[in-house]
Structure formats: structure tokens, C-alpha cells
């Protein structure tokens, strides 16, 4: 019987998207550091909650939380024109979100200011919208779009200006710290690639509120004691103004 023979496929927009991610995230000196948290309170709150925000609305406001309090996490490392760290006023939450695009699926990233003066209400109605709302609709989206499927050079080099060049465009387009999660999948990602400063993620969320929580970080702006001190601030950030929060849509509902 004859072999069969395979075939070549063209890159699709959102392969070719993912290798422009990855070429830049290669260059960051990136570590991750995990903690186990226990939210078994934040659990049983967020279970009788009305409505029910997702984890990624919780573990976004949560983290901008401890962004706001720790500057250090809202500074990125910039080459040009000498290294140095630009530090931002505000958080920007960049979310990585799965949407169908022409039959396949791919990856964009959402962008969020300020979630920690949003409700956890508000934060979900977005996260809802980027997964829904038509996605020529959503202008990070279309942005990433059309610099995709410019040529090669050129796509490269409006990354490298991205990530370089100018501080605040840097985080207004890109964001300041990252969400990447499919712990609703039942998995998790031990050491996710990004050329954010920081990126949260974390995996399934055990009935008792057992949770392995990561932060992958730059090293070259951050180094692993602050990254720890970032997780306990979070774990304490979920159990005191997020549980207060999730308790509080308990009792509006029950009114």
C-alpha cells in the first residue's frame, strides 16, 4: 500500500499571532513562583453570590489589588534608548481570552484599567463581551488583527517599538500584567511564556478551596521575594475586600 502523505499549511492569523507572542516572550529572563492558597471562604461565598462572578473576574480585581499597593509590579523593562524600568500610575489587566476566528481557534487579549475600582459585576459583564461581542468589535482585538497580517519585518518591528520604545503606549496597548487561566479545562499552566512583567495564573479550585496560584516575572525588574510577598498580599486581598465583596451581592440578592 502506498504511504500516505502529509501536507504544508499556511500559518493562520492567529499561529502567526502566537509566534510574534512567543519570539518576544523568549527574550524575557522569566520566573514563575507558586503558592498554595486556601479560599475555602471566598468558595462557599462566591457560590451564593447573584449573580456569580467567574475566577477570572476574582483573581483579576484581586490582583490589581496588590498592584496598586506594590508599584514594583506596574514597572516594565524598556531597551530603548538605554535599559530601563517605566513605571505606570495605573494597572492595566491584559487578558487572554479564547475566541473562534475564521473556523480556529485563537488567542486575544482583553485589556481592563483599573479593576480594582471596578465591581466584580462590571469586571464580568467585560470578560462576557470580549468572549461574545463580535470580535472587529473589540479594539484590542482588531488591533491585533491587522498587525498580524502585516509582513513579517514589519509586524516585528511594531512589537519591538511596543515593548521598547515608549512606556505609557507600551502599557495602554499590551497591558501591565497578564491573565492566563483554563483552569475551568481542569488544567493549568506551570510556566506560561509572556513579555508582560507579570502574568497571573492559577489551576483548578478544589471544593475545600485548595489552589496552586503562579506569578511569572520578569527578572529583570522584579525578583522572587517581592513576587512572594505579591502572593500572600493576594491570598490576603481574596479572604478580606473580595470576600467582603461576594458577601455583599449575597445580601443585596437576599434583600
Given at each position: ?41 471566598v468558595v462557599a461565598a462566591r457560590?451564593?453570590?447573584?449573580p456569580r462572578p467567574s475566577w ?200
Amino acid at each position: 500500500m502506498p504511504t500516505p502523505s502529509g501536507r504544508n499549511l499556511r500559518l493562520s492569523v492567529p499561529r502567526r499571532f502566537v509566534c510574534d507572542l512567543l519570539h518576544f516572550a523568549h527574550k524575557v529572563p522569566s520566573v514563575p513562583v507558586e503558592r498554595r492558597m486556601r479560599l475555602g471562604l471566598v468558595v462557599a461565598a462566591r457560590a451564593v453570590a447573584s449573580p456569580r462572578p467567574s475566577w477570572c473576574a476574582i483573581f483579576t480585581k484581586a490582583y490589581s489589588f496588590v498592584a496598586a499597593a506594590q508599584p514594583e509590579l506596574r514597572r516594565a523593562y524598556l531597551s530603548f534608548p538605554w535599559p530601563h524600568l517605566y513605571e505606570h500610575p495605573e494597572s492595566v489587566a491584559s487578558i487572554a481570552v479564547e475566541r473562534d476566528y475564521e473556523d480556529e481557534p485563537g488567542i486575544f487579549f482583553g485589556h481592563l484599567r483599573h479593576p480594582e475600582k471596578l465591581s466584580l459585576a462590571e469586571i464580568e459583564a467585560d470578560l462576557r463581551r470580549f468572549k461574545e461581542q463580535p470580535i472587529t468589535k473589540i479594539s484590542s482585538f482588531r488591533r491585533s488583527l491587522n498587525v498580524t497580517r502585516l509582513p513579517r519585518p514589519l509586524r516585528r518591528l511594531l512589537w519591538w517599538l511596543g515593548l521598547n520604545l515608549w512606556g505609557r503606549k507600551r502599557a495602554h496597548y499590551l497591558g501591565t500584567f497578564g491573565v492566563s487561566v483554563y483552569g475551568s479545562l481542569g488544567a493549568s499552566a506551570l510556566h506560561p511564556l509572556t513579555p508582560l512583567t507579570t502574568t497571573v495564573n492559577y489551576g483548578p479550585i478544589e471544593p475545600d478551596g485548595s489552589v496552586h496560584v503562579r506569578i511569572v516575572y520578569d527578572h529583570r525588574v522584579l525578583d522572587g521575594g517581592t513576587v512572594a510577598r505579591a502572593l500572600d498580599h493576594l491570598e490576603r486581598i481574596l479572604g478580606c475586600e473580595i470576600l467582603a465583596e461576594l458577601r455583599y451581592l449575597q445580601a443585596v440578592d437576599a434583600a
